[in-house]
């Protein structure tokens, strides 16, 4: 039995709140017009799929979103017969479903996704722009409208997981990274509603445990967490609890470093 695939797929009918950092969206709608798939990469929580929910507003698209996983398979995305009622019926999969309408497909973490699966986007993400749907004998054209975006976190790379060079040099790349800490500090605050020094201590709190990153932690707190504990805090946890759990326990599960996160949490509130 297949298994059930995660997929999110909306008009963007709100502005999503998002703070530029340098020209990714004049980049980002560029590449739109010139008919060029776009890679996201940069840390986890760092802000990737916010900016393709705020790019699919702006550019009035539907956005279908598919988050990879090591089981994904091209039937997935691309769709499969089903029995429905004793008829056997073709459903399409996201990316298809992308394409006819001309929408944005964003598959998030591809590097999760296994490398038999990712050659499917091949056809898609160079000139040809097509789909080929070999269960059908169909191959789809892409209209102007659609876009292809992938995202991945390098810091997760490994001989195992890591683009192929061949799926990589199909696309724009745009990379992400942490805020400046008063450009992090508004956007927790507009997320959470506290005060703009609590959001700034937090800033603080992440900007170390950054530089921990390969000395006890895999990766430093990121802005989505920043933003779990900012709401903690806002609804009436005490600062040094709503980083606890929201930031250090989420980090690790090592004993000695949790013990340090506390003390540096102590430190700063």
Known sequence: MAKVIKTEEFFVEEEPYYLPSGRETEIFESAYRNLIP????????????RFMEFMAW???????TVSCHDDLTASDL??????????????????????????????DEIVEARKDTTVVIHPLADDRRVLPIEKRGEILKAPREFLLGISYNPGYQSVLKDLKQSTRQRFLAIEFTYPGKKHEAAIIAHESSIDEGTALSLVSFADKTRHLKDRGL??????????HAAKLISSGIDPVTACSVAVAAPLTDDHEMLEALTELISSLF
Not at 58 to 63: N, V
Request: hydrophobic share 35%.
């Open 38 to 49: 776009v890679l996201l990469k940069g840390p986890t929580g760092c802000g990737k799929t």
């Open 58 to 64: 702006k550019l009035k698209r539907p956005l279908i």
């Open 78 to 107: 691309v769709g499969r017969y089903l029995v429905q009622g004793g008829e056997t019926v073709w459903t399409d999969g996201p990316l298809t479903r992308a394409v006819r309408v001309g929408g944005f497909c964003y598959l």
């Open 218 to 227: 895999i990766e430093g707190a990121s802005t989505r967490l920043l933003i």
